[in-house]
């Protein structure tokens, strides 16, 4: 299950902002998953819940967001939305699309105290 490996290293950017920006405790993790990124919402907040569990992020909500992705079209050149890897360019019908975001998970925000 790569979610607990992505809250992993969710962990040690805390970490890592912790020591920088001097906080002790985070309240609120706020993230967005990419459409294409294949990661299960519901498997990435179980993951979170037991990867925290005992660090400075223990009991901290996670809020997820999922923005939609976006493509360049190689045809129209134009930058489209997509829902799916393979859809194709709602402006042109071309198939040439090159996804630009919505593969990644972010770390948007943190709330710290
Ligand atoms: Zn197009």
Known sequence: MHEMSLCESILDILKEQAERDQFSRVKRVRVDIGPL???????LQFGFDVVMKGSLAEGAALEISRPPAEALCLSCFKTVPVRE???SCPECGSDALQVTSGEE?????????
């Open 105 to 113: 998970l972010k770390l948007r925000e943190l709330e710290v105290v």
């Open 37 to 43: 990124s294949c990661v299960d919402p519901e498997a």
């Open 85 to 87: 890897r393979f859809d």
